[in-house]
């Protein structure tokens, strides 16, 4: 039939090959049909690359196939129903001007907590307290803003004082994000911002690690936050 035996020793001597007219003839691969017409409908699932030349079909076949469309049908008259006066094939729009809103609504989010945040910065250095003569603040910040507003944060308080330290966190999705900044006064007192950075991320729960003027980290534990900021201010101290 034209067929070349490239299996090797995967088979035996006989193997079943399945041909359809002239389109195709490949080893069976667990299709152990008459003919091909017992397949009924064909619901291709993914094709991918295996190797040089060598292509991966995967498929579903009568009942399954049936139950898969039908399965798909469903699917489809819920998204209609959720996306109201939506048709069919409109969803594939109308979705994706759903998710630009939505990355939208969080870019303005993002600016309004960057906003309040900034806005907590002279609270922040009224609660300053000196530490082994280390003008020192941590704090617990609202939960959502990023490394880069802490670290904003973080530098300017550090500039309001010769010698500094600051550690604040805040919690993204569940997980804290600590960084840490240093005065040069600080870090001519023994005082490292990887280090600390360090000693404030193990108790969170993972780990991180920066400059000495300045260190992030974070972990997977957001309750051990207060934890974490004494845990750095005893360092501080000497404790």
């Not at 397949?39 to 079909?57: D, F, H, T």
């Not at 049936?66 to 094939?89: D, M």
Request: aromatic fraction near 2%; include cysteine; charged fraction near 25%.
């Amino acid at each position: 039939i034209g067929a070349m035996a490239l299996f090797g020793e995967k088979y035996g001597d006989q193997v079943r090959v399945v041909s359809v007219g002239d389109w195709a003839r490949e080893l069976c691969g667990g299709t152990h049909v008459e003919r091909s017409g017992q397949l009924g409908v064909v619901k291709l699932l993914s094709e991918s690359s295996v190797g040089a030349g060598v292509r991966r079909v995967e498929a579903l076949v009568g009942v399954d196939a049936y139950k898969f469309l039908a399965r798909e049908h469903v699917l489809l008259n819920s998204l209609t129903e959720i996306i109201k006066g939506a048709r069919t094939e409109e969803l594939p729009e109308r979705i994706s001007d759903l998710l630009n809103k939505i990355k939208d609504i969080e870019k303005e989010l993002a600016a309004v907590r960057s906003a309040q945040a900034m806005g907590q910065i002279g609270a922040l250095a009224d609660s300053a307290q000196v530490l082994k003569g280390t003008t020192t603040v941590t704090a617990v910040l609202p939960d959502g803003i990023t490394g880069d507003d802490l670290r904003k944060i973080a530098l300017d308080l550090k500039a309001r004082a010769p010698q500094s330290a600051v550690a604040l966190i805040s919690a993204n999705e569940g997980k804290p994000v600590l960084v840490v900044a240093v005065s040069d006064a600080a870090k001519e007192a023994g005082l490292k911002a990887g280090a600390l950075v360090k000693i404030g991320s193990t108790i969170l729960g993972g780990g991180g690690g920066g400059k000495d003027d300045f260190a992030q980290g974070g972990g997977t534990d957001a309750s051990k936050s207060q934890a974490a900021l004494l845990a750095i201010a005893d360092s501080i101290s000497g404790k």
